[in-house]
């Protein structure tokens, strides 16, 4: 066995041992209620975050589950009729709750008459039930349509994705068009919290001027970096069960869902390469019936406004990066096929289809001579080389997060100060997508 096989087999072994102990998320698929018929309770918690802070919150909760922030993501199919019902178990002040599903055509019944739709009454009882036809794939959100100023704020919202008709799960499309082909999925509800509103709550005040908003934490999936990088469903976040962290390989294709759940607008920035944006609130970006993606937008910053969703889709390809991410190639020595690197059309696309290496690349050097070891502070990502899926010698108690020796890109706000929690970096609207080696399993991918 030469060094480069030996080297993978290691890599291979200590990856299944990490994953097992949760070091690092496995998932790649949105985690998520299925169904037609959904029941919803409106309930009081606590929502963690990254610094030590506990705030008191509301959401909505399945059955006799516990509240959660968000709320549970709704997975439909699309033509089916949906129905989700509502109760409310908040503090009788609290008054009524409701909620609204933009995007869709809904029949409300039960409970009380309100401003924009039926509401439930703080009586633990009395129940509301909406019903939809789930009419157009794509990502839609939910959320409280009874004084929202407040009670989106309080976290009751949450997220809907409707699959397309002839939905495949060996061959994914976000929509019914092959233009929206994808590998991976990931979802990226944006949301933010101004504590001094939840802390009145708490206090038993509930007439609170939201006029006065200034929030100082700021959510991706419920979570706060670096707990947005957790895989889903941890003990210690019972109310906040959804992970943040995408993973993908080389040249695959990952759907990015991103809803804008709070208040504000959110550029939502994402570090490897640029994104095509391909629909906006549910609906593809396309010139004519049929046509595809037509219009879609490549941009480097998802602008999502509050209530509005975007897909988009992403694929890393280190493209024209000027040496070769492999290495020397041996690690991969079907790399291009054998090609020489002078050929000037080494592959139809110029993309090894194996490694996904752009040819032109292969076989350059690194650009620059890395310093001493004992020169840099390293990062628990650091796998110990620049190289894609070389993992090398690192001081002791360095690293560890990177088994595979994948290739980290921070995804977060580009408003600098929502990356923090209560004003401390790093933290906030912020997470990573993680381009892992060719071959290695990623759960949720076919």
Known sequence: MDKAVAKRVVIGSVFVLLLLAGVLPAQAAISGETGTQFNLVAREGFVSAPDGGSIYSWGYALDNGLMQYPGPTLIVKQGDTITVTLKNELPQPAGNVSIVFPGHLVTASGGAAGAMTREAPPDKVTAVTYTFTATNAGTYTYYSGTRPDLQVEMGLVGAIIVRPTGFDHMNPRAYGHDGTQYRYEHLFLLTEMDPRIHQAVASGVYNVDTADFFPVYWFINGRCAPDTMLPDQVPWLPNQPYGAMARTLPGEKVLMRVIGGGRDLHPFHHHGNNSLIIARDGRLLESAPNAGP????????????????????????????????????????????????????PASDGFDPVTKEYCPDHGKPFPVILPEQQEVTFGGQFSGSPFLGVVDALPPGQGGLNPNGGYFFMWHSHNEKEMTNNDIFPGGMMTHVVIEPPGTPIDGGH
């Open 294 to 345: 037509d219009l879609a937008v490549s941009d480097f910053t998802i602008s999502i406004a509050p209530g509005g969703t975007v897909d988009a889709l992403f694929s890393w390809t280190g493209e024209k990066l000027g040496w070769d991410v492999y290495g020397t190639g041996l690690e991969y020595e079907h790399s291009c096929n054998g090609i020489s690197v002078n050929d000037p059309n």
